[in-house]
Protein backbone atom coordinates (compact mmCIF):
# COMPACT_ATOMS: atom_id res chain seq x y z
CA UNK A 1 0.00 0.00 0.00
CA UNK A 2 1.22 3.50 -0.82
CA UNK A 3 2.82 5.43 1.98
CA UNK A 4 3.74 8.91 2.81
CA UNK A 5 7.59 9.14 4.08
CA UNK A 6 9.07 11.37 5.36
CA UNK A 7 12.58 12.30 6.66
CA UNK A 8 14.81 12.49 8.78
CA UNK A 9 12.78 10.35 11.58
CA UNK A 10 14.75 12.23 13.79
CA UNK A 11 16.57 15.76 13.55
CA UNK A 12 18.61 17.59 16.50
CA UNK A 13 19.65 21.13 15.76
CA UNK A 14 20.81 24.21 17.84
CA UNK A 15 18.24 27.00 18.51
CA UNK A 16 18.45 30.00 15.91
CA UNK A 17 19.40 27.15 13.21
CA UNK A 18 17.80 26.66 10.09
CA UNK A 19 15.97 23.06 9.57
CA UNK A 20 14.14 21.47 6.79
CA UNK A 21 11.81 18.56 7.09
CA UNK A 22 10.93 16.27 3.99
CA UNK A 23 7.96 14.54 3.21
CA UNK A 24 7.32 12.61 -0.16
CA UNK A 25 3.54 12.81 -0.38
CA UNK A 26 1.42 9.22 -1.69
CA UNK A 27 1.84 10.14 -5.71
CA UNK A 28 -1.58 10.50 -6.67
CA UNK A 29 -2.58 12.82 -3.70
CA UNK A 30 -3.60 16.32 -4.62
CA UNK A 31 -3.33 18.00 -0.94
CA UNK A 32 -1.00 17.90 1.92
CA UNK A 33 -0.34 19.15 4.68
CA UNK A 34 1.78 19.20 8.13
CA UNK A 35 0.73 18.88 11.60
CA UNK A 36 3.33 18.70 14.80
CA UNK A 37 2.44 17.22 18.09
CA UNK A 38 4.14 18.05 21.23
CA UNK A 39 4.32 14.62 23.43
CA UNK A 40 2.10 12.84 24.21
CA UNK A 41 -0.40 16.36 23.24
CA UNK A 42 -2.62 17.15 20.90
CA UNK A 43 -2.13 17.05 16.89
CA UNK A 44 -2.32 20.55 15.95
CA UNK A 45 -2.31 21.75 12.22
CA UNK A 46 -0.08 23.77 10.99
CA UNK A 47 -0.61 24.34 6.98
CA UNK A 48 -2.16 22.75 3.98
CA UNK A 49 -1.15 23.19 0.39
CA UNK A 50 -3.16 22.18 -2.41
CA UNK A 51 -2.81 23.37 -6.33
CA UNK A 52 1.05 24.80 -5.58
CA UNK A 53 -0.05 27.35 -3.16
CA UNK A 54 -0.74 27.27 0.80
CA UNK A 55 -4.50 27.40 1.55
CA UNK A 56 -4.53 27.14 4.92
CA UNK A 57 -2.37 27.90 8.25
CA UNK A 58 -2.49 28.35 11.77
CA UNK A 59 -1.13 30.76 14.28
CA UNK A 60 1.60 28.68 14.63
CA UNK A 61 2.69 28.81 10.91
CA UNK A 62 4.47 32.36 11.16
CA UNK A 63 6.94 34.12 9.38
CA UNK A 64 10.05 31.33 10.41
CA UNK A 65 7.61 28.67 8.96
CA UNK A 66 7.18 27.63 4.89
CA UNK A 67 6.63 24.97 2.74
CA UNK A 68 7.68 24.41 -1.03
CA UNK A 69 6.99 21.55 -3.15
CA UNK A 70 9.94 21.93 -5.61
CA UNK A 71 9.72 19.12 -7.68
CA UNK A 72 6.23 17.54 -7.76
CA UNK A 73 7.29 14.84 -5.67
CA UNK A 74 8.25 16.46 -2.50
CA UNK A 75 7.30 18.66 -0.13
CA UNK A 76 8.95 20.11 2.66
CA UNK A 77 8.86 21.91 5.86
CA UNK A 78 11.56 24.40 6.59
CA UNK A 79 11.74 26.56 10.01
CA UNK A 80 14.17 29.49 9.57
CA UNK A 81 15.21 29.82 13.27
CA UNK A 82 13.99 27.26 15.31
CA UNK A 83 12.95 28.14 18.84
CA UNK A 84 13.26 25.48 21.92
CA UNK A 85 9.45 25.88 21.81
CA UNK A 86 9.96 24.12 17.95
CA UNK A 87 10.66 20.60 19.61
CA UNK A 88 8.12 18.49 18.65
CA UNK A 89 6.88 15.50 16.34
CA UNK A 90 6.12 16.90 12.96
CA UNK A 91 3.69 14.85 10.41
CA UNK A 92 3.37 15.18 7.16
CA UNK A 93 0.34 14.12 5.50
CA UNK A 94 -1.70 13.64 2.08
CA UNK A 95 -5.10 13.37 1.17
CA UNK A 96 -6.60 12.02 -2.44
CA UNK A 97 -9.55 14.68 -2.38
CA UNK A 98 -11.43 17.01 -0.19
CA UNK A 99 -13.67 13.87 1.59
CA UNK A 100 -10.86 10.76 1.90
CA UNK A 101 -9.15 10.78 5.13
CA UNK A 102 -5.66 11.92 5.86
CA UNK A 103 -2.74 9.19 5.36
CA UNK A 104 -0.33 10.64 7.75
CA UNK A 105 3.92 9.81 7.48
CA UNK A 106 5.78 8.22 10.53
CA UNK A 107 6.64 11.74 11.55
CA UNK A 108 9.92 13.64 12.43
CA UNK A 109 10.91 13.94 16.01
CA UNK A 110 13.00 17.64 15.84
CA UNK A 111 14.69 18.49 18.89
CA UNK A 112 16.18 21.83 19.49
CA UNK A 113 19.10 22.49 21.76
CA UNK B 1 -13.06 28.49 15.70
CA UNK B 2 -13.64 25.27 16.02
CA UNK B 3 -13.66 23.05 19.15
CA UNK B 4 -13.28 19.16 18.91
CA UNK B 5 -13.61 18.40 22.73
CA UNK B 6 -12.73 14.15 23.21
CA UNK B 7 -14.07 12.67 26.64
CA UNK B 8 -13.21 10.91 28.48
CA UNK B 9 -9.16 11.74 27.96
CA UNK B 10 -8.24 8.58 30.03
CA UNK B 11 -9.59 5.21 29.67
CA UNK B 12 -8.72 2.18 31.68
CA UNK B 13 -10.76 -1.08 30.92
CA UNK B 14 -10.85 -4.51 31.96
CA UNK B 15 -10.85 -6.57 29.26
CA UNK B 16 -13.85 -7.89 27.92
CA UNK B 17 -15.81 -4.91 29.09
CA UNK B 18 -17.84 -2.52 26.81
CA UNK B 19 -17.09 1.25 26.62
CA UNK B 20 -18.01 4.32 24.57
CA UNK B 21 -15.45 7.65 23.38
CA UNK B 22 -17.83 10.49 22.27
CA UNK B 23 -16.10 13.41 20.13
CA UNK B 24 -18.25 16.67 20.65
CA UNK B 25 -17.54 19.70 17.88
CA UNK B 26 -18.72 23.08 18.12
CA UNK B 27 -19.16 24.15 14.37
CA UNK B 28 -21.52 22.53 11.72
CA UNK B 29 -19.43 19.91 10.00
CA UNK B 30 -20.53 16.22 8.50
CA UNK B 31 -17.01 15.12 7.78
CA UNK B 32 -15.77 13.30 10.89
CA UNK B 33 -13.11 10.67 11.47
CA UNK B 34 -10.88 8.87 13.66
CA UNK B 35 -7.58 7.49 14.20
CA UNK B 36 -5.82 5.13 16.34
CA UNK B 37 -2.15 6.20 17.54
CA UNK B 38 0.39 3.59 19.34
CA UNK B 39 2.89 5.18 21.47
CA UNK B 40 5.68 7.16 19.19
CA UNK B 41 4.37 5.90 16.26
CA UNK B 42 2.13 7.97 13.49
CA UNK B 43 -1.79 8.24 13.36
CA UNK B 44 -3.58 5.01 11.47
CA UNK B 45 -6.51 6.20 9.83
CA UNK B 46 -9.73 4.05 11.52
CA UNK B 47 -13.12 5.18 10.42
CA UNK B 48 -14.52 7.86 7.60
CA UNK B 49 -17.80 9.37 8.40
CA UNK B 50 -19.42 11.55 5.97
CA UNK B 51 -22.82 11.93 6.38
CA UNK B 52 -25.50 12.17 9.61
CA UNK B 53 -26.26 8.78 10.72
CA UNK B 54 -23.23 7.04 9.43
CA UNK B 55 -22.08 4.05 11.21
CA UNK B 56 -19.13 2.33 10.35
CA UNK B 57 -17.69 -0.83 12.01
CA UNK B 58 -14.44 -2.69 11.83
CA UNK B 59 -14.25 -5.80 14.54
CA UNK B 60 -14.73 -4.45 17.98
CA UNK B 61 -14.82 -0.52 16.86
CA UNK B 62 -17.58 1.16 15.70
CA UNK B 63 -18.17 4.89 15.29
CA UNK B 64 -21.14 6.70 14.32
CA UNK B 65 -21.56 10.52 13.62
CA UNK B 66 -24.80 12.36 14.77
CA UNK B 67 -24.31 16.18 12.51
CA UNK B 68 -27.58 17.63 14.29
CA UNK B 69 -26.19 17.13 18.14
CA UNK B 70 -22.30 17.64 16.66
CA UNK B 71 -21.51 14.60 18.00
CA UNK B 72 -19.49 11.23 17.23
CA UNK B 73 -18.93 8.16 19.48
CA UNK B 74 -16.40 5.51 19.37
CA UNK B 75 -17.81 1.83 20.65
CA UNK B 76 -15.42 -0.44 21.93
CA UNK B 77 -16.99 -4.38 22.41
CA UNK B 78 -15.50 -6.58 24.67
CA UNK B 79 -12.41 -5.02 24.40
CA UNK B 80 -8.55 -6.59 24.50
CA UNK B 81 -5.77 -5.57 25.30
CA UNK B 82 -4.39 -4.84 21.35
CA UNK B 83 -6.77 -2.18 21.61
CA UNK B 84 -4.57 -0.26 23.66
CA UNK B 85 -3.75 3.18 22.55
CA UNK B 86 -4.68 6.86 21.94
CA UNK B 87 -8.14 7.40 19.87
CA UNK B 88 -8.17 10.54 18.02
CA UNK B 89 -11.39 12.21 16.32
CA UNK B 90 -10.80 15.05 13.69
CA UNK B 91 -13.15 17.37 12.06
CA UNK B 92 -13.40 18.53 8.76
CA UNK B 93 -14.12 22.15 7.99
CA UNK B 94 -15.53 21.62 4.39
CA UNK B 95 -13.39 24.26 2.07
CA UNK B 96 -11.12 25.27 5.52
CA UNK B 97 -8.79 22.61 3.98
CA UNK B 98 -8.39 21.00 7.45
CA UNK B 99 -9.05 18.38 10.34
CA UNK B 100 -9.30 19.93 13.46
CA UNK B 101 -8.27 17.15 16.16
CA UNK B 102 -9.70 16.31 19.43
CA UNK B 103 -6.82 16.17 22.62
CA UNK B 104 -7.18 12.44 22.25
CA UNK B 105 -8.43 9.58 24.26
CA UNK B 106 -5.75 7.07 26.01
CA UNK B 107 -7.42 4.11 26.16
CA UNK B 108 -5.67 1.21 28.44
CA UNK B 109 -7.11 -2.02 28.41
CA UNK B 110 -5.70 -4.69 31.25
CA UNK B 111 -5.93 -8.31 31.48
Known sequence: EPEV?????????????????????????LYFYWYRQILGQKVEFLVSFYNNEISEKSEIFDDQFSVERPDGSNFTLKIRSTKLEDSAMYFCASRLQGNSPLHFGNGTRLTVT | ????????LFLSMQEEKNYTIYCNYSTTSDRLYWYRQDPGKSLESLFVLLSNGAVKQEGRLMASLDTKARLSTLHITAAVHDLSATYFCAVDIGGAQKLVFGQGTRLTINP
Open chain 1, 5 to 29: TQTPSHQVTQMGQEVILRCVPISNH
Open chain 2, 1 to 8: ELKVEQNP
